[in-house]
């Protein structure tokens, strides 16, 4: 904690001296000006720079309108005084963006801390964003007291890490054409369910004379439908969450007609006289 908050204080008078060192006079405790002077390093050896966690949007995934950027940006000890202390900058860019926008207007923050971002506005289509936060460390190189000045000598580092997603803004609901059965025709009991989704669906259900929703994975047959009249509705879910809905149908099933069994009998008597004739004709004959 000591060292953060040392680095914190170095950070601070770096950004608003721009000359790298800054002067605290102590009329109490320390009666000397203490100078700290910060130089500019490469990062040292084994050092991690800040972490950057994206939660929302996920990588390959659609969303609908409302969404949002939600993130974790995580400073990491990896390598004692010589580990990042704050992250300075925290940006992002998107593909629906010309130019960086920064996320946070701090001079920066030593805390792990998360974000979150309204992306309702972003228009429909594919999508890429990339958060980038820049990280800063520090660390004593040595001290020296000359006279009642007290110089800390510190070298200073910076470590920039980014992250990026892809993903898909759905704003369109899937739409459902019936190709069977049509509106006002009769059926039998048995019915052939058809239809075609304009998108691929995550749940399809139907709703058959207002009764409770029924889930299928495409077209079915109806069975054992009762006489009378019926009508049926087909919901899609696509991937992104639009629902959308066919329009409703109405059909009647019909008993269907007997088999008409006379007129096959009636052949079948005919030939069996003639037969008959015939036998006695050659019966006569022989005597």
Known sequence: MKRKALALILLLALLLSGAGAFFVKSTQANPYIHEVKGTE?????????????????????FYPKNLNLTFDVIIPETNGDKSISAVIKLYYKASWEPNEITVTQKNFFGDSTSFSIDLSD????????????????????????????????????EMTSF??????KDLVSPSISFLSPQNGTNVTSDVK???????????????????ENQTITGSVTLTGLAEGAHNITVYATDNAGNAGA???????????????????????????????GLIVYFKKRKR
Request: some cysteine.
């Open 41 to 61: 390093v490469p990062p040292p050896a084994d050092t991690q720079p800040p972490v950057i966690i994206i939660h929302t949007p996920q990588n390959g995934s």
């Open 193 to 211: 369910l058809d239809f075609t989704v304009s998108e691929a669906a995550s749940e399809i259900l139907y709703c058959l004379d207002g009764k």
């Open 246 to 276: 066919s329009e409703t149908i109405y059909f009647s099933v019909k008993e269907q007609e007997p088999f008409p069994t006379t007129l096959v009998i009636a052949p079948i008597a005919s030939v069996a006289v003639m037969g008959a």
């Open 163 to 168: 992250s990026t997603v892809s993903f898909t």
């Open 122 to 157: 972003v228009r429909g289509g594919n999508h890429s964003i990339t958060i980038y936060a820049v990280g800063q460390g520090s660390y004593v190189t040595r001290e020296e007291l000359d006279g009642l000045t007290m110089t800390t000598y510190y070298e200073v580092f």
